[in-house]
């Protein structure tokens, strides 16, 4: 059976389509552009099949656009098609020594990067409502959380210089008052947050279990769950989910004269990376296994950062092991049931 690749280029408004065979993977076989709506899909769906032969299989693939890509990614799998959503970094670096673009060549592009890689192909795979409600809760709490900060250190580094000492009083008062319900619309995101993961059933059986491990509070739990998968994504290879978090240090050498030191890698998510410096400082305070594993690199006179990122490769390789055998965490390697109720109060948030 022949497989014709149909590569897309996605954008706000619309969506540009080319398509190659597998086997001549620089012959365009045909072009056209399409509405980035419901509408395009079932034009492109139409489209696809009227150009390709009967007997052919059709492939889809395009670069992970965010919001862009989603509705086409979603709606192409469930109408049991295979669409592939590559990271655009793959593609340009698949493409190799190109000159100038356009939509139109993009496309082309995609196509051509699709079969020349097609053994490295993943298939989409359209992702829980509650994973996606979950990113996108946690991305309005980071910048709710970093206005706030900006708002306080604005108000305590800029005060009000005035000499109606009543007008600055009232607009102090003001401001106040805006951190104070800054405060508590992050406390309600927080409370969703926790009541998403609650109601899915897999996704609570493993928070409970993350939390329970000193340091890992309600953010770094649900971030684990959501950037993973739900341990699915890694297939439980601790050292993957590292590297993803940015904390895996990778050597740079080459010959006999560069020799630039082992080094974690910059091309990661800083983000999650912030998430879980935050638990290992937490850790450290509170959790004794953590904090006698930092003790004693400490006393082997090893420099703070390392110390630091030890730490946190070994809370993530006790996570990832916890979840994969189901047990809580317990200092004393104590079995305890994983399925207890974790309650609002108990959850910490970090």
Sequence with gaps: MKKFIIGIDFSKETVDASIVQKEQPETLIAYKKFRNNLKGVDGLIAWAKSKVAQDGEIIFCGENTGTYSTLFSDELTDRGFIIWIEHSMNIVRG????????????????????????????????????TRVLKTLLAKRDRLKSFLKAEITNTKENPLMLQDSNIASSIN????????SLRKELKELERMILDVVMSCSEYAKNFNILTSMKGIGLINAVALIVYTD?????????????????????????????????????????????????????????????????????????????????????????????????????????????????????????
């Design 95 to 130: 493409m190799g020594d190109v000159r100038g673009k356009d939509d139109k060549t993009d496309s082309l592009r995609i196509a051509s990067y699709a079969a020349r890689f097609y053994d490295k192909m993943k298939p989409y795979v359209r992702p829980k409502d509650e």
């Design 173 to 180: 008062e003001f401001f106040k008052r805006l951190e104070e």
């Design 230 to 350: 739900n341990f699915t994504k890694f297939n439980f290879n601790h050292r993957k989910i590292a590297t993803y978090w940015g904390v895996v240090p990778f050597k740079n050498e080459s010959g006999t004269s560069v020799r630039r030191g082992t080094h974690v890698s910059p091309k990661c998510n800083s983000w999650l990376k912030a998430l879980l410096t935050e638990a290992t400082l937490c850790a450290i305070r509170y959790n004794s296994r953590i904090k006698a594993y930092h003790d004693r690199l400490m006393a082997r006179g090893k420099a703070i950062g390392i110390v630091l990122n030890n730490c946190k490769n070994k809370m993530l390789k006790i996570l990832v092991a916890m979840v994969r055998d189901s047990k809580i965490y317990s200092d004393m390697d104590v079995s305890k049931d994983p399925h207890t109720t974790t309650t609002t109060s108990s959850i910490v948030v970090c």
